[in-house]
Each structure stands twice: as structure tokens, then as C-alpha cells.
């Protein structure tokens, strides 16, 4: 997996959107960029994914550079139930898919 | 949909003995789990890939004789951590991995051993 390279930590105001960067400047043509966020004490829970193209779901939204080197994982309308560990992890398909390397991640905490 | 949950959520127990954690997916079917690990303060860490009917493959560092997995079918996989000590105190997570190319997370099992 290419080497992701995240903020340490990041503070919103709930109801504002929280832009969290994600560096991926080595990512290899056949890698996607997701994004997982861990809530303490839980289980990481899937954001979103993307290749190439922006991405949006009912959670969030990936804006991926189009020489695909950076990304941008938008939370349009933050809450205080967003404040968590969030990771960015590039992964290949094939046998390499599934070894998930997570970093240390940003922590984000959204404030009243 | 894309559920999976793992049981026990918490347990203690003695040092020497072994302790079995299941991880299920309740509305998909996943031919490969894997297990995590994650210390206090500390990143997630892959431990082993399983994959269904046949045998688990584990990253550098983690002993398979201590840590047995099985994946007996498309929604379940157990991880055994045998004679435990107090060292293998830890949150233990397993994710499945959708045909949507995927993974998605149990909610985690958090083993102390006294």
C-alpha cells in the first residue's frame, strides 16, 4: 500500500464542514484511496471510497486530485457524533487487497 | 446492510487460559475475514488474513499457535487466543470483506487478562 500522510488532528464547529486532507503522493495506478473513521472504543466504520473520480454518499464526500497525489474527505454538515479518529489508507485490489495499513490518522473533534 | 458483529464484547479471564472470539457477518457472505489488533493509543494492526475452508495466513510477528483462527463458513470466523498472559490484553476487531470490495468493521472485543 502507498504511504498516506495525514494531519494529527482537526477541530470544527458542528454545523460547519470539516475538509480532512490525505497526502498520497507514491499512490500506484491500481490503488483506491478509503476512508475509515473509529469512534472510541468501536470498530472502525467505512466512509467512502474512490479511484479516480469524486465520490459522494449519505455519510460524506472524496475529492481526489486529478493527478490522484491528494485527497479530500468532506463531511458537509459536522456533528458532534463526527468527532473521531479518522484514517485515509490507499489499497490495491488482488491479493494485495484486504491488508489494510492504518496509520495514525487524524483526530478530528467537532465542537459546539 | 454490511453488518458484522462480533461476541463476546468484553472478557476476562486468568492467565493460561484460552479465549474464543466470534466474528460474524449477519447479511452478507465473506469468503475472507481478518483480524486486528489495536493497543491503547495505539493504530490498528493486521494480525491474519482467514479465508473460508482453508487455512489462515498470518503477518510476520504473530505466533499461529497462539492465536488460532478458523473460518468455517461464509459469515463466521472465530479467533482462539490460547493461554493467554497478560500481555495479549488488547481490543481485537475483525472485518469482512464485502463483494463490493470492502471491508467493514466488528465492533471490537476488548480481552483482559489478569
Known amino acids: 500500500d502507498a504511504k498516506t500522510t495525514q494531519p494529527p488532528s482537526m477541530d470544527c464547529a458542528e454545523g460547519r464542514a470539516a475538509n480532512l486532507p490525505c497526502n498520497h503522493s507514491t499512490i500506484s495506478g491500481n490503488e483506491y484511496v478509503y476512508w475509515y473513521r473509529q469512534i472510541h472504543s468501536q470498530g472502525p466504520q467505512y466512509i467512502i471510497h474512490?479511484?479516480?473520480n469524486n465520490e459522494t454518499n449519505e455519510m460524506a464526500s472524496l475529492i481526489i486530485t486529478e493527478d490522484r497525489k491528494s485527497s479530500t474527505l468532506i463531511l458537509p454538515h459536522a456533528t458532534l457524533r463526527d468527532t473521531a479518529v479518522y484514517y485515509c489508507?490507499?489499497?490495491?485490489?488482488?491479493?494485495?487487497?484486504?491488508?489494510?495499513?492504518f496509520g495514525q490518522g487524524t483526530i478530528l473533534t467537532v465542537h459546539p | 446492510g454490511a453488518v458484522v458483529s462480533q461476541h463476546p464484547s468484553r472478557v476476562i479471564c486468568k492467565s493460561g487460559t484460552s479465549v474464543k472470539i466470534e466474528c460474524r457477518s449477519l447479511d452478507f457472505q465473506a469468503t475472507t475475514m481478518f483480524w486486528y489488533r489495536q493497543f491503547p493509543k495505539q493504530s490498528l494492526m493486521l494480525m491474519a488474513t482467514?479465508?473460508?475452508?482453508?487455512?489462515?495466513?498470518?503477518e510476520q510477528g504473530v505466533e499461529k499457535d497462539k492465536f488460532l483462527i478458523n473460518h468455517a463458513s461464509l459469515t463466521l470466523s472465530t479467533l482462539t487466543v490460547t493461554s493467554a498472559h497478560p500481555e495479549d490484553s488488547s481490543f481485537y476487531i475483525c472485518?469482512?470483506?464485502?463483494?463490493?470490495?470492502?471491508?467493514?468493521f466488528g465492533p471490537g472485543t476488548r480481552l483482559t487478562v489478569l
Open positions: 474512490g479511484l479516480k
Open positions: 482467514s479465508n473460508e475452508g482453508s487455512k489462515a495466513t498470518y
Open positions: 489508507i490507499a489499497n490495491a485490489g488482488g491479493t494485495s487487497y484486504g491488508k489494510l495499513t
Open positions: 472485518s469482512a470483506e464485502a463483494s463490493t470490495d470492502t471491508q467493514y
